[in-house]
Structure formats: C-alpha cells, structure tokens
C-alpha cells in the first residue's frame, strides 16, 4: 500500500536522535531548509507552545500552525514502533522547552508517521489475547493410579521320537497377571510434594503336558503294541501386598502436556508346584503317580512404566488429570489409568463398579465389566468409591444418576436412581452402594431397544457438585424360553434366535426346549398320525423346569420370560403352578408366559382322536389330555399363577371357517377360540392357523409389545430391601 511504503521508507532514512528522542533530518548540504508553508496534510505538533507556560488562546508563537496533539493510542504506538518510550513523548510537554523552527521542522514529520501507523495497524491488527491460563497450584497431587500388567503365551508342538516309532506332543501355557492400586496423597506440609502406596497382587502360572505314544515289540509278542506316557508339570507364583511405597510423578510443560510415571517395588512371593505321570501298554507295567513340589520364597521383579507424554490437559483446568494408557511388546499389555487432583476439594471420586448374583447362589456377587453385562430384571449392586484426601473427617452426599434416556437433553435432568449421604474419616476411602432393580430398563419408554445405561455418580457438598465419574452399564432383556407344543419339537422356533439378535443389540438370548437334549427334552407327538406313547404333561414339566435352569446359568439371568405354543402352554401353567421359585426380590423366576393356541379349555379334536385309541389300549398322553373333560380337572388342580403375568393369543383362521370336529366355534384349525383365551385378561388374536403361529408377524405382533416393558406395572429401577443369602 501507498501509504504503509511511505512510511517504511522513512523509517529506513538515517535519522540521529534528537534532543527530544526524535530523528532530525540532515542532508549531505546541511540544515534542512525552514519551510514556511502551510503543508494541510500535516499538523505539526508544538507541544512547549501548546502546554508549557508560553501557551495560550493565541497558539503557538513560533510557527503559525495550529496546536495538535496526537491521541494517546497512537502515541503509544508510535513510541513503541520508533524505539522511543511515553516518558519520551511526554518530554515533548515540558514547559521550560522552547520551540525553534529547527525544532518544528523536525517535528511535522510526526502527524504523518504517526497516521501511516494508524493505518498499519489497521490493515495488520496485533494476535488476539491468548486464552487466560489458569491459575498455578503449588500443592501436591492426590488420587488413584491403577497398572495392570497381563501376559499370555502358548507353546504346542510335535517330534517324532527317538526311535522313529511313534510322536511325541508338548503343550505349554504361561500366564502372568499382576494388578496394582496406587493410592497418591498430597504430604501434610502442602509442599507441592505426594507420596504414594500400592496395594498389589501378582500371579505367575505355568503348565506343561508332554506326552509320548511308541509302537514297539515286547518279547515274546508278533506285533507291535501302543505304548503311551503322559507328564503334566504345574508351578504356582503369587505374592500380594496390602500396602507398600511407591514411586509416583507427574512431569507437565507450559502447553499441558504431560506424563505420569510410577515404579512399584518388589514383592514377596511363594511358588507352589505339582508333577504328574500316567503311563499304558508298556510291556511291563509302570505305575505313575503325582509329587508336590516343596514350597519357596522369592522376590518378584519391580515395575517401572511410564506414559509417552501425548496426554494433554485442558489449560484452562491443569489441576485435574483423568485418563488412561496402554501400551502393548510381545505378549505382555501394560495399561495405566489415573485420576489425579490438586488444589480441590478433599473428596473425589476413585471408581465406579456395578455386580450382580451369580446365579444359583443369591447373595454371591460377580462384577460386572464392560466386555460382559447383566440382564433385565436383575438386582445390581452400584459400588462407588470416594477418596478423603484431607487430615479431616469429610462428610457431603453421594447422587446417582442414570443419563442413558436423554438423548442429548441438559445432563441436569437425568433420571436420579439414589442419593445417600456419607462421611469418610480423615485419609481413608469408602464404598457407598446401593440396590436397584434393573426390570424394564433394557427397553426405552417408547419401546426403543437400550442396551447401555449410562449410570453417574456424583458428590455434592453445600449443593455444589465436587467431583463426578461415569461408567457405561451393559444390559440385556430376558432371555425368552420357547416351549413347543403337540406333533412338533425345537425346530419350529428356529429363526428366532435371529429375530431377537435383529431386535435388541445388547445380546437378547432365545432358549428353545429340546436344541440341547441333555440340558430338558419334551415329548408331545412326533405328529398327527403317530400314536406312539408320549410324556405326560407333568413329565413335560420337569424337562422344562431343568431348561430353564439351564438358560438362567447360562445367562446368568434370575428371571426369564416363555413363549408357549398350543399344549406348552398347559406345561408352562403346570410347572409354574408345581415348581416355580419366588425368589428373595419378591419376584417370580418366570415374568410373562405367553401362550399361543393353548387349549385351556381342551379340545373336541382331541375327544374324537383320542377316544378309539384309548378304546383299544393304545393311550397317547399329549392327544388324552388335551380332552375337555381331562383338562377341566386339570383346571381345578392347577390354578396358581404366583404372581407371572399371562397372556394368551387365539387363531382364528378364515380359512378353516368351517365347523372342526363338531364343534361350531371359530378356531385355528384345532383349537376353539374361547378355550384358547380361557379366562386371560390379556389376550390378542390373529387371523391365523396353529401351525403358523411361530412366524415373525406373532413375533412383532403379540410377544414383542409383551416383553418390552416393566413387568406387573412396577416402577422401573425400584430400590428393594437388601437380600438374605440363599441358594435356588
């Protein structure tokens, strides 16, 4: 620009300073020439004449220009970009200076430059202000650093052995698990300086099998025989400290990053062993056995890790440190995380765990980590660990919160699960838990699957939040127990294993009664036309009653939901009546039975098939007690429901409008309609035959709306009373 390169040129003239800080112009001749005219591009500054003691309304007495004094942004400006400083500008004023031509010649250079500078500065505007820093703490740090290292390694091969007659297999497995918790605390003095303590467990493991298979001739023998030994070795290393000195340090530049380095010491340690021996076919007999190997003593080797300083803090919070890092050579992981504070409150929060029952054994409790999950209708335990870094007794209040049903709403409004209030005595740590009943929560409100909750606990002390941590709650609904009914088997529920898998991410599980014989096997008729003997319906009971208990120890769930097809239903009414649990959270084992086609009234088909059968001595169990008469006993007998939600869904084909084995009520082909919704409050039925009833349409239509909300009306996420131990 124009005018920026005027003045850059004149700055670039050799200008000696002045008497006033000021350049004076010379050339190679001499003085400048005093020019007289007015120049009304410039306004020349005379700041005696203006300030000093021969001012006055009459202006300068000296020069004929008006006084102009520059405004003070621009003064400063000027006097940083020249060199020169304000005490310089200001000296222009002094009233004992008197203005001379020389003097002001000098000076009209000033307005201009002062302008261009203006102008540059305008085109060319100074950085923005960096964001402000946080204030420094000079305290130390306090919190929790966990470091976890695990090793795993597998050898497997196979020689040929010495003779050339047979193969020799060796398998070996190492396992190494060790896991420390750091605990960091800021020292009394408030130096800036921590110490810290781990309490740490290791486990080495090592097994070895060899085994050796030889084809050779004994004496006195034509053919060769299998010879064979086995040789397992085993070796045991633990140690486990409660509490011992460690190493801790945090390095951190201007810019927040920063790194977190720790050693823990070695560790006692006692290694165990056994060996055994098994041995066959040898020509003369050897008898193997197994040894113990003496206990010993040791040290462990000492851990040193330390992050890679990619880690940075915010700079507006440099005082709260929370992350974690892993890092993977060969075979072995080490993973550090850490929450760290300084300069805060003295409670914070150290972890967040959830578990639930082992099932059978109630009151046994198992953690629940992010690779595996609970299920609907189970009772978890919310453990949550606070700190007291302080050397007093902290008292405030725990919240926990469940943040999964937002969906981007104020944080501030999530659901609130529980607050308890707590204290922690000076320097120690404490578990605040509770109980809460998870039934219904694997579903939203609008019947949208939710497989996460997003569970928060929270400190607040003087209704200010102090410190908070989240943790993310894997959950699956009930597994679904499919009972088939008369002249069918497992195989019909076949693609419902997928449906559910398509429905519901978190892991929804469907057990159909017979897929794994061993575990419960029914017996209702292979078909129509077979008049082969068949279980009772009491018999179909107990086989249902050991796959369910096989589904719940597989899922590890304590209550579960059954779909039941034409003559499962009566079983499932039979074994709930029988056999069915109530267990301590006052729930039953079973939620919801849904019956599809069930006869609970019998059948007119089946007096007319099963009457010349049993006229000739040849009883079928599944077609006898589906007659009316054999099923209104059954009525009177079985009638409890302990509390399990019914629902019955009746078939009502237009095809088969026609009357069906004398009876002139609508039905499915088998069935009447008002004997398959009995006395059910809760009923549905389709336009459908009883042999189509397990389609993906009475899937959508009748056992999804049934299964995807809070059982019995009960408010979701209800806190219960603590459980008694017991086994089921």
Same mark, same amino acid.
């Given at each position: 620009m ?7 040129a ?7 300073m002045?008497?006033h800080?000021?350049?004076s112009r =010379?050339?190679?001749?001499g ?5 007289t ?15 000093g ?8 007495p000296?020069a004929? #220009? ?8 621009i003064?400063?400006r000027?006097a940083g970009?020249?060199?020169?400083s304000a005490?310089?500008m200001?000296? #222009?004023?002094t009233?004992?200076r008197?203005c001379s031509?020389?003097?002001?010649s000098?000076?009209? +250079? ?6 261009? +500078? !203006? &102008? ?7 950085p ?15 919190g929790?650093?966990?470091?976890? %290292? =695990?090793?795993t390694?597998s ?9 050339g ?7 070996s497995?190492?396992s ?5 918790l ?11 300086d ?5 309490r740490?467990? @290791?486990?080495?493991?090592f097994?070895?099998?060899?085994s050796?298979t $030889?084809?050779?001739?004994c ?7 299998t010879?064979? *030994? ?7 290393? %633990?140690?486990e400290?409660?509490g011992?000195?460690?190493t801790f340090?945090?390095?951190m ?12 010491p070695?560790?006692?340690?006692t290694?165990?062993?056994s060996?055994?021996?098994?041995y ?25 890790f ?5 880690h ?5 919070n440099?005082?709260h440190l929370?992350?974690s890092?892993s890092?993977?050579?060969g075979n072995i ?5 850490w929450n760290?504070?300084r300069?805060?409150s003295?409670?914070?929060m150290v ?5 639930d029952?082992k099932?059978?054994?109630w ?7 992010p690779q595996?999950?609970?299920?609907d209708?189970n009772?978890?335990? !919310?453990?949550?660990?606070v700190?007291n ?8 209040? /725990?919240?926990?919160?469940d943040?999964s049903? /937002?969906?981007g ?6 659901? /609130?699960?529980?607050?308890i209030?707590?204290s922690?005595?000076a ?5 605040v838990?509770f /109980?809460w ?9 609008s019947?949208?699957?939710?497989s996460?909750?997003i569970? =928060? ?12 941590l989240e943790?993310?709650l894997?959950?699956a ?10 002249w069918?088997d497992?195989?019909?529920w076949?693609?419902w294993?997928? !449906?559910l898998?398509?429905?519901h991410y978190?892991?929804w ?10 575990k419960?096997?029914?017996d209702m ?5 077979s008049f082969k ?5 009491s018999?179909?009971?107990a ?14 769930a ?5 779909v039941?097809?034409?003559?499962g239903? &009566?079983v499932?009414?039979?074994?709930i009546h ?8 006052r ?5 919801h039975?849904?019956?599809m086609?069930?006869?609970n &009234? ?5 007096d007319?098939?099963?009457?010349? +059968?049993?006229?000739?001595?040849? %009883? ?10 054999v099923?209104?006993?059954?009525n009177k007998?079985?009638?409890?429901r302990? *509390? ?6 009746a078939g009502? @084909?237009?095809?088969?409008?026609l009357? %069906?084995?004398?009876?002139m009520? @609508?039905? $499915?082909?088998f ?10 409050a809760?009923?549905?039925r !389709?336009?459908?035959a ?6 993906g ?7 999804l ?12 996420g209800?806190?219960i009373?603590p459980?008694t131990?017991?086994r089921?």
């Open positions: 124009a005018i920026r390169a005027s003045w850059e004149a700055a670039s003239d050799p200008l000696p002045g008497s800080g000021l350049a =010379k050339s190679g001749r003085p400048a020439r005093k020019s005219r007015r120049n009304p591009g410039i306004t020349p500054i005379c700041h005696p004449c203006v300030e003691r021969h001012s006055g309304d009459q202006g300068c000296h004929p #220009w008006p006084a102009w004094t520059p405004p003070g942004p003064v400063a000027f970009a020249s060199g020169g005490a310089a200001r000296a #222009w004023s009233p004992d008197q031509r020389e003097s002001m000098k000076l009209r +250079l000033i307005p201009s430059l002062a302008f261009g +500078l !203006m &102008l540059t500065s305008a085109a060319n505007p100074p923005p202000a960096a964001a402000p820093l946080a204030a420094k703490c000079v305290r130390g740090w306090s929790s650093v966990q470091f976890t %290292r =695990k090793q390694s050898v497997s091969k196979s020689v040929p052995r010495i003779a007659k047979g193969i020799q297999t060796t398998s497995t190492t190494y698990d060790y896991s420390a750091i605990t960091v605390r800021e020292t009394p003095e408030r130096t800036g921590s110490v810290a303590r781990a740490a467990t @290791s486990l080495l493991t097994s070895e099998s060899r050796s $030889d084809q050779l001739m004496s006195g023998e034509r053919q060769p025989r010879m064979s *030994g086995s040789f397992t070795t085993k070796r045991e290393t %633990r140690a400290t409660p011992v000195p460690a340090g945090v390095t530049s201007s810019n927040g990053a920063y790194s977190i380095g720790i050693t823990l070695s560790l006692h340690s290694s165990t062993g060996n055994s021996s098994s066959s076919g040898q020509c003369k007999p050897k008898e193997g056995g197994s040894t113990t190997v003496p206990v010993s003593y040791g040290r462990t080797d000492p851990i040193s330390s992050t890679d300083g990619s940075r803090a915010p700079l507006s440099l005082d929370s992350n890092y890092k993977t050579y992981t080490d993973t550090l995380r760290l504070r300069c805060g003295p409670l914070r972890d967040l765990k959830f578990e029952m099932f059978p054994n009151e046994e409790w198992r953690e629940i980590t595996n999950r609970t299920i209708g009772i978890v335990k !919310m453990k949550a660990i700190a870094d302080s050397s007093e007794e902290q008292s405030a209040k /725990l919240v926990f919160k943040r049903s /937002l969906k709403a104020d944080p501030r409004d999530a659901d /609130l699960l529980k607050e209030s707590f922690v005595a320097g120690e740590e404490k578990t838990e /109980l009943d998870s039934s219904g929560y694997a579903w939203f409100d019947g949208q699957q939710r996460r909750q569970i =928060k606990a929270e400190i607040w002390d003087k209704n200010k939040k102090i410190d908070d943790r993310n894997n959950l609904p009930r597994p679904l127990v499919l009972v088939h009914g008369y069918t497992w195989l019909m076949r693609a294993s997928s !449906m898998n398509d429905t978190g892991g599980q469907a057990f159909a009664v017979g897929e794994r014989p061993e419960g096997k029914m008729g292979e078909s129509a036309t003997p068949t279980k009772t319906i018999q179909n009971a086989e249902l009653a050991s796959y369910i208990r096989y589904a719940q120890e597989f899922s590890n304590w209550h579960v939901d059954i039941a097809h034409t003559m239903g &009566l499932a009414r039979q074994y029988q056999s069915m649990p109530i267990y301590p959270d729930k039953p084992q079973v939620v039975l849904m019956m086609g069930t006869p &009234l019998g059948t007119p088909c089946a007319i098939m099963s009457a010349p +059968l049993e006229a000739v001595g040849k %009883r079928v169990e599944a077609l006898r007690e589906m007659r009316t008469s099923v209104a006993q059954f007998q079985i009638f409890e302990k *509390g399990v939600e019914f629902s019955a869904l009502a @084909s237009s095809i088969l409008s009357p %069906r084995c004398y009876s009520e @609508s039905h $499915d082909g069935t009447p309609v008002p004997s398959q919704l009995w006395t059910i809760d009923t549905a !389709m336009n459908i009883y042999d189509e009833m397990a389609s349409g009475v899937f959508g239509y009748f056992v709306p049934r299964v995807r909300r809070a059982p019995d009306g009960r408010e979701r209800q806190v009373e459980p131990r017991r089921f």
